[in-house]
């Protein structure tokens, strides 16, 4: 259907509204919209006649928007922002204090910095090029008219050595023009920017930007094109580097499809792989307001339209086409053109052909802007891992800044470490974007002593300026001992594949390792790392006897392997008895040889093992509901039969009875009693209890309904080694209600003067139920301090006295601690030397909690002489 008659379809039988309009389509703007309103005068009769005229109105502007997007999808087939068209190339470089570099390792111009330019067109080019270039200050100050330089591309002088320009000071963008040679080229050009640089302000900076992303774009299809098509875990994993490095958005359900698809698919929608980049996107507001910009900026986020949230690419050459479209005379229109530099080359690209006819094609290119250099947020993404020095090859992984990767403004970068010897060295670093961060070369570290932990930190420059990167943790390889985890001392059952955890401090530079029986054959072992001092091994022993087994490990850069000795012991296999309770959603099966159970069912409800522990010698195979059961689905002293299937295919049936819920409180609120007058020390953590004080709190139960009259709690430190149990008997449990209970614990007299440290508590039944624990306090004991006494010359510190000062960590004279003294062990005298307070003010750690900082307000005395 013809696009004006759709139109005027939907509105030309409106009865107070004429549409007068012409739809422009154009390859800069196809959905640019010239349209007149005009109302015609009629006078409403009635006032429900007017609202009648104002629905059809509110009709007719929903139509014609729908109509908009429908006639205008077509032209989407090429997107404006393809930018597929090649322009000519600029050499150029840039020199500053001497040093030159090519214009790719540029991040940004300074003032007095000389720009060396030279425009490469082929020897027959039939049309004249003015190239003019002109620097800017803001969007609302023009600048000077002797901030514009011209030059004749065609000029043999300029063919044959370029053009020098100096950055002027206060200058705050730079742009090139490629104009085509007409009458009065020069001076038109430079009246358009000067009348409104503002609009050119905006296309240079959104030009550079839409630059720098096209980098990212081009360089992860370039990878993705360049991996393997055989192996499709390498095309997995080579994407997810790219992504997370280039910062590129990544649909992973094309790894669903034919190995043969999935480059295919990883690389389509170019235009909208790029994801938003704090280092590299706009800044800037829109220039231009009104309806048809809020229309544009509307339709071009949306997916018809190419763009979307993750599209900056695409928001900011939409942004500057739109400008520049608005902009133009009768002699020149200015259309957009990203600069892709390659060492001293800046490519060109446009994504429209440029026209050689009234209005002629100005081809309008950003460069970077004249400001301090925007130094990359690169970071380590895991800044606790710990890597091997001798692994080739050793890759340190890196993201936060994609333009470290994509681009050549990064450069000369290196990994320095330091020697025994205490000299520093430094490794070669290269940003490779496919393996994820930074690939060093080690090769010079083959004659280098170093010691076993060793700190790097990547330096190197960022255009003209040098930078810092993150620094991270390397293990130097070496012959060491490993030792077996002491809870793995009698892991190793035969008849079954068991986990084994061993320690060493070159975990992480293991290259293989291996285990042999007595018969010297090699068992098929996998091992993993878990942390940088800790190695789990899955050790097969299914077809093994009781014995030993020798266990070699091989590491990076080390010649001769380290040995170990391992014990198996053999173990039979049956189930004792499973333990669940009312309204839980786990329980525990205790037995042997418990690894062998594959799933357990009770009551249709099935449970999958979470984790294997050993117990008096015995496991203890901790269940967990599959899936989200009801709390009410076991009833208290049910008799029901659980189905263990093994992984060898029997199932045993085991007789299993429901026990009743377990008790549950919850904490309302909690009070502490000073048991002495007031303290010359303050404490400031909320959950600090003095160990001479005493602690009120109430519970509240949630199961059962109400407390019982044998009611007791359960208090104790963290790791059990002292506890007390409150009752109402013993008068430390009062009622308020038979919901609501105080509980009044004495730490002294329940736990003695040696008890500190965080407590616990739960619930515990006259049956010997417990409740789950939950935190209550830190316990802390507190010194009794007397006096301060300092002498006259402020030079000198102070003394304070008092007894068991032994039980201060430390004393500082301002809360950040910077000026601090510690109290040593084992220290038994009645006085300690302390800096001089701030009037009578000092800061102190307890230390049962040095974690938190106290107040010590004490009276300041003369020293006695």
Same mark, same amino acid.
Request: glycine residues 6%; negative net charge; charged residues 20%.
């Given at each position: 259907?013809?696009?004006?008659?759709?139109?005027?379809?939907? +509105?030309?039988?409106?009865?107070?509204?004429?549409?007068?309009?012409?739809?422009?389509?154009?390859?800069?703007?196809?959905?640019?919209?010239?349209?007149?309103?005009?109302?015609?005068?009629?006078?409403?009769?009635?006032?429900?006649?007017?609202?009648?005229?104002?629905?059809?109105?509110?009709?007719?502007?929903? %139509?014609?928007?729908?109509?908009?997007?429908?006639?205008?999808?077509?032209?989407?087939?090429?997107?404006?922002?393809?930018?597929?068209?090649?322009?000519?190339?600029?050499?150029?470089?840039?020199?500053?204090?001497?040093?030159?570099?090519?214009?790719?390792?540029?991040?940004? /111009?300074?003032?007095?910095?000389?720009?060396?330019?030279?425009?490469?067109?082929?020897?027959?080019?039939? *049309?004249?090029?003015?190239?003019?270039?002109?620097?800017?200050?803001?969007?609302?100050?023009?600048?000077?008219?002797?901030?514009?330089?011209?030059?004749?591309?065609?000029?043999?002088?300029?063919?044959?050595?370029?053009?020098?320009?100096?950055?002027?000071?206060?200058?705050?963008?730079?742009?090139?023009?490629?104009?085509?040679?007409?009458? $009065?080229?020069?001076?038109?050009?430079?009246?358009?920017?000067?009348?409104?640089?503002?609009?050119?302000?905006?296309?240079?900076? @959104?030009?550079?930007? %839409?630059?720098?992303?096209?980098?990212? %774009?081009?360089?992860? /299809?370039? !990878?993705?094109?360049?991996?393997? #098509?055989?192996?499709?875990?390498?095309?997995?994993?080579?994407?997810?580097?790219?992504?997370?490095?280039?910062?590129?958005?990544?649909?992973?359900?094309?790894?669903?499809?034919?190995?043969?698809?999935?480059?295919?698919? /990883?690389?389509?929608?170019?235009?909208?792989?790029?994801?938003?980049?704090?280092?590299?996107?706009?800044?800037?507001?829109?220039?231009?307001?009104?309806?048809?910009?809020?229309?544009?900026?509307?339709?071009?986020?949306?997916?018809?339209? $190419?763009?979307?949230?993750?599209?900056?690419?695409?928001?900011?050459?939409?942004?500057?086409?739109?400008?520049?479209?608005?902009?133009?005379?009768? %002699?020149?229109?200015?259309?957009?053109?990203?600069?892709?530099?390659?060492?001293?080359?800046?490519?060109?690209?446009?994504?429209?052909?440029?026209?050689?006819?009234?209005?002629?094609?100005?081809? +309008?290119?950003?460069?970077?802007?004249?400001?301090? =250099?925007?130094?990359?947020?690169?970071?380590?993404?895991?800044?606790?891992?710990?890597?091997?020095?001798?692994?080739?090859?050793?890759?340190?992984?890196?993201?936060?800044?994609?333009?470290?990767?994509?681009?050549?403004?990064?450069?000369?970068?290196?990994?320095?470490?330091?020697?025994?010897?205490?000299? /520093?060295?430094?490794?070669?670093?290269?940003?490779?974007?496919?393996?994820?961060?930074?690939?060093?070369?080690?090769?010079?570290?083959?004659?280098?002593?170093?010691?076993? #932990?060793?700190?790097?930190?990547?330096?190197?420059?960022?255009?003209?300026?040098?930078?810092?990167?993150? =620094?991270?943790?390397?293990?130097?390889?070496?012959?060491?001992?490993?030792?077996?985890?002491?809870?793995?001392?009698?892991?190793?059952?035969?008849?079954?594949?068991?986990?084994?955890?061993?320690?060493?401090?070159?975990?992480?530079?293991?290259?293989? +390792?291996?285990?042999?029986?007595?018969?010297?054959?090699?068992?098929?072992?996998?091992?993993?790392?878990?942390?940088?001092?800790?190695?789990?091994?899955?050790?097969?022993?299914?077809?093994?006897?009781?014995?030993?087994?020798?266990?070699?490990?091989?590491?990076? $850069?080390?010649?001769? =392997?380290?040995?170990?000795?391992?014990?198996?012991?053999?173990?039979?296999?049956?189930? !004792?008895?499973?333990?669940?309770?009312?309204?839980?959603?786990?329980?525990?099966?205790?037995?042997?040889?418990?690894?062998?159970?594959?799933?357990?069912?009770?009551?249709?409800?099935?449970?999958?093992?979470?984790?294997?522990?050993?117990?008096?010698?015995?496991?203890?195979?901790?269940?967990?509901?599959?899936?989200?059961?009801?709390?009410?689905?076991?009833?208290?002293?049910?008799?029901?039969?659980?189905?263990?299937?093994?992984?060898?295919?029997?199932?045993?049936?085991?007789?299993?009875? *429901?026990?009743?819920?377990?008790?549950? +409180?919850?904490?309302?609120?909690?009070?502490?009693?000073?048991?002495?007058?007031?303290?010359?020390?303050?404490?400031?953590?909320?959950?600090?209890?003095?160990?001479?004080?005493?602690?009120?709190?109430?519970?509240?139960?949630?199961?059962?309904?109400?407390?019982?009259?044998?009611?007791?709690?359960?208090?104790?430190?963290? #790791? @059990?080694?002292?506890?007390?149990?409150?009752?109402?008997?013993?008068?430390?449990?009062?009622?308020?209600?038979?919901?609501?209970?105080?509980?009044?614990?004495?730490?002294?007299?329940?736990?003695?003067?040696?008890?500190?440290?965080?407590?616990?508590?739960?619930?515990?039944?006259?049956?010997?139920?417990?409740? @789950?624990?939950?935190?209550?306090?830190?316990?802390?004991?507190?010194?009794?301090?007397?006096?301060?006494?300092?002498?006259?010359?402020?030079?000198?510190?102070?003394?304070?006295?008092?007894?068991?000062?032994?039980?201060?960590?430390?004393?500082?004279? @301002?809360?950040?601690?910077?000026?601090?003294?510690?109290?040593?062990?084992?220290?038994?005298?009645?006085?300690?030397?302390?800096?001089?307070?701030?009037?009578?003010?000092?800061?102190?750690?307890?230390? #049962?909690?040095?974690?938190?900082?106290?107040?010590?307000?004490?009276?300041?005395?003369?020293?006695?002489?």
């Amino acid at each position: 259907m013809n696009r004006h008659l759709l139109v005027d379809r939907i +509105v030309g039988t409106h009865p107070a509204v004429t549409l007068q309009g012409t739809f422009i389509f154009s390859a800069n703007n196809p959905l640019k919209i010239a349209t007149t309103y005009i109302r015609k005068e009629e006078h409403m009769r009635s006032e429900n006649a007017g609202r009648r005229a104002n629905f059809k109105l509110m009709l007719f502007c929903l %139509a014609l928007m729908i109509c908009m997007l429908l006639v205008t999808r077509p032209s989407f087939a090429r997107p404006d922002n393809a930018f597929d068209l090649t322009g000519p190339k600029i050499e150029m470089h840039v020199t500053r204090a001497g040093k030159m570099l090519p214009i790719a390792d540029v991040s940004n /111009l300074q003032t007095e910095d000389r720009l060396w330019i030279h425009v490469n067109l082929p020897d027959d080019q039939a *049309v004249h090029y003015l190239l003019v270039v002109a620097f800017l200050r803001g969007s609302t100050n023009p600048p000077p008219e002797n901030w514009f330089t011209r030059a004749e591309t065609w000029n043999k002088q300029v063919l044959a050595e370029g053009i020098v320009v100096t950055v002027p000071k206060d200058a705050q963008q730079a742009v090139l023009f490629l104009a085509p040679e007409t009458g $009065g080229d020069f001076s038109s050009l430079r009246a358009a920017v000067r009348s409104k640089p503002g609009v050119f302000v905006r296309a240079s900076q @959104d030009l550079n930007q %839409a630059s720098l992303d096209r980098t990212r %774009a081009d360089r992860y /299809l370039a !990878d993705i094109k360049n991996s393997s #098509d055989s192996d499709p875990k390498a095309l997995h994993d080579r994407s997810i580097l790219l992504a997370r490095t280039l910062g590129i958005k990544l649909d992973e359900q094309c790894f669903n499809k034919p190995l043969e698809q999935q480059p295919t698919c /990883l690389t389509q929608n170019s235009d909208q792989l790029v994801l938003d980049d704090g280092h590299t996107q706009s800044m800037v507001a829109a220039l231009t307001s009104g309806p048809s910009t809020d229309l544009m900026g509307a339709l071009s986020s949306t997916p018809m339209a $190419g763009g979307g949230s993750y599209s900056p690419y695409v928001g900011a050459v939409v942004d500057v086409a739109r400008i520049l479209g608005n902009l133009h005379t009768a %002699a020149y229109q200015y259309i957009p053109t990203l600069a892709l530099p390659r060492g001293s080359e800046l490519s060109l690209r446009l994504n429209n052909p440029p026209s050689f006819r009234n209005p002629k094609s100005v081809l +309008v290119v950003g460069l970077p802007a004249v400001e301090a =250099a925007q130094l990359p947020p690169l970071r380590s993404v895991n800044a606790e891992q710990v890597f091997c020095l001798q692994k080739a090859p050793l890759v340190l992984p890196t993201d936060g800044a994609p333009l470290v990767f994509s681009t050549d403004i990064a450069h000369d970068f290196v990994l320095q470490i330091r020697g025994k010897d205490g000299n /520093l060295m430094d490794l070669p670093a290269t940003p490779d974007a496919a393996r994820g961060g930074f690939l060093i070369d080690t090769r010079s570290l083959q004659t280098a002593k170093l010691d076993s #932990d060793v700190s790097g930190t990547l330096r190197g420059y960022w255009g003209f300026d040098s930078y810092e990167g993150p =620094a991270f943790h390397l293990r130097n390889a070496h012959a060491t001992t490993w030792r077996v985890a002491p809870a793995d001392q009698a892991a190793l059952i035969v008849g079954r594949v068991d986990t084994l955890h061993v320690q060493s401090e070159c975990v992480v530079c293991i290259d293989k +390792v291996t285990i042999q029986d007595e018969r010297h054959r090699e068992l098929g072992t996998t091992w993993k790392t878990l942390k940088p001092d800790e190695l789990e091994i899955q050790v097969p022993l299914k077809d093994e006897t009781s014995g030993s087994l020798k266990m070699t490990v091989q590491q990076f $850069g080390v010649a001769t =392997a380290d040995e170990l000795v391992l014990q198996t012991y053999a173990e039979a296999a049956e189930l !004792d008895y499973f333990k669940i309770n009312a309204g839980d959603q786990h329980g525990i099966l205790r037995g042997t040889r418990l690894d062998e159970v594959n799933s357990f069912e009770l009551k249709g409800v099935r449970f999958v093992p979470t984790k294997l522990s050993r117990a008096d010698k015995k496991d203890e195979l901790h269940l967990a509901v599959a899936s989200s059961a009801s709390p009410n689905v076991f009833q208290p002293n049910e008799k029901l039969v659980a189905h263990v299937d093994l992984k060898d295919g029997r199932v045993l049936d085991l007789q299993t009875t *429901v026990e009743k819920p377990r008790p549950r +409180v919850k904490l309302i609120s909690k009070s502490v009693q000073p048991a002495s007058p007031r303290s010359s020390i303050h404490l400031k953590g909320e959950d600090e209890l003095p160990q001479d004080a005493r602690l009120s709190f109430f519970l509240k139960t949630e199961v059962p309904e109400s407390f019982p009259r044998t009611e007791k709690i359960e208090v104790s430190s963290m #790791d @059990d080694s002292f506890h007390a149990l409150l009752s109402m008997n013993d008068g430390n449990l009062i009622l308020q209600n038979s919901q609501t209970l105080l509980a009044v614990l004495d730490p002294l007299k329940n736990f003695g003067p040696s008890a500190f440290g965080p407590l616990r508590f739960r619930p515990v039944e006259s049956d010997g139920g417990n409740g @789950d624990w939950q935190p209550l306090a830190t316990l802390v004991r507190i010194p009794t301090l007397k006096e301060i006494r300092c002498p006259e010359s402020p030079d000198k510190q102070c003394r304070l006295s008092g007894s068991n000062l032994f039980l201060i960590d430390s004393v500082a004279s @301002d809360p950040q601690f910077t000026h601090a003294i510690s109290v040593p062990v084992g220290f038994a005298d009645s006085a300690l030397s302390v800096p001089r307070p701030n009037g009578t003010l000092l800061y102190i750690k307890l230390r #049962d909690n040095a974690a938190t900082v106290d107040s010590l307000v004490l009276p300041v005395l003369p020293d006695e002489e």
